[in-house]
């Protein structure tokens, strides 16, 4: 079964589960086959996501167009729920939104499940010129993506596994509200989704993700083991992702650096085994990231399938900066004496379009 938005589905499609308006009236019973009409009217009265029975040709559709329907799916929630929450001030329609969160997450817990449980960079464009809801959109996809894969490396399943990954999504709802004092933000998301019935593994996540295991962390200043597990998780991945990512105002830090740091603040701010964990199945270097070896080389990560750390890279740039006119690669897990110094750094991105263009012809050669 898919989870589709109304706009993604087209007339001669079967719904795979009945359709209500406001969680009571029925509008349409599943095994219903869509109409033009029908989705207009659907459309037209605010229906938001509408499940799908696939046809068998649909059923071997691969696991990544799976995944990018979900993640549509999110990503709509969420820019309803700033809508509603920041820009309208207002509750109205919540309910449905929730419902509609609930079935995505229960969709994108099955795709990861049969999806390789690796911790890979989840970069989540999200299509809005909003500086500000953008970064909240992005932020809740990545951590609801790495909390529930974290999930599944600690055997985290079934109804557990849906609390985490609702509340690694919803982790930052509260500061959505119109507050004084930012550090309550937790205390408010945490409210709020109690009212709309979620899950006490989820509610608890969300009002202790900024606890920290020395007591410094905020609203309620706990440590240790009186900090739910599902919260020092998402606490720690949602750290990662400001550090990887940046927010307003914020440079991004590369990966490997920003693990560092995570392993800097172990035993302080953070579980070292939720550290260690975390980052043992972290992808550091994913392939098209820019990167300054230690002979001063520039080079282009082509490859990490043989070893996560020691990638294969591609040489496209001398010590000088020169743009080399054949490049060539070097597999690292190989040649031990060559280090990756720098990633990503912003002096040291090609992103020029015609340098990138000239790379393009060079490698074919």
Known sequence: MRLLPVQDCRKGMT????????????LLREGTVLTEAALHKLSRIGIQVLHIKECPLEAGRAGGDRFKETMHVLEMMLSRLYDRIYRDRSTDGLSDIMSNCRDAVEKLAVILKNGPQLLKPVVWTALTSDTRKRHFIENALHVCVNAMTFGLRSACLGGELHALGLGALLHDIGSLRQI????????????????????????????????????????LGLKAESIDPFARWIGLIDSFDVLVHGREGQFAMPRHQAVELLYSYAGSLFDFADVRLFCSHLELFAPGLNVRLSTGEYAVVTDVDKHRLRPVVRVVRNARGETLRRTYEIDLSQELHIMIELAGGREHVINREEELMELAISASC
Do not use: C, M, W
């Not at 719904?15 to 029925?26: E, P, Q, R």
């Open 180 to 219: 004084t004092d930012s550090n309550q933000h937790p205390q408010q998301g945490y409210a709020l989704l109690k009212h709309y019935g979620l899950t006490h593994l989820a509610t608890i996540s969300v009002l202790q993700h900024h606890e920290r295991i020395d007591g410094s962390g905020f609203p």
């Open 15 to 26: 719904l795979g589960k009945s359709v209500y308006l406001n969680g009571k009236s029925l």
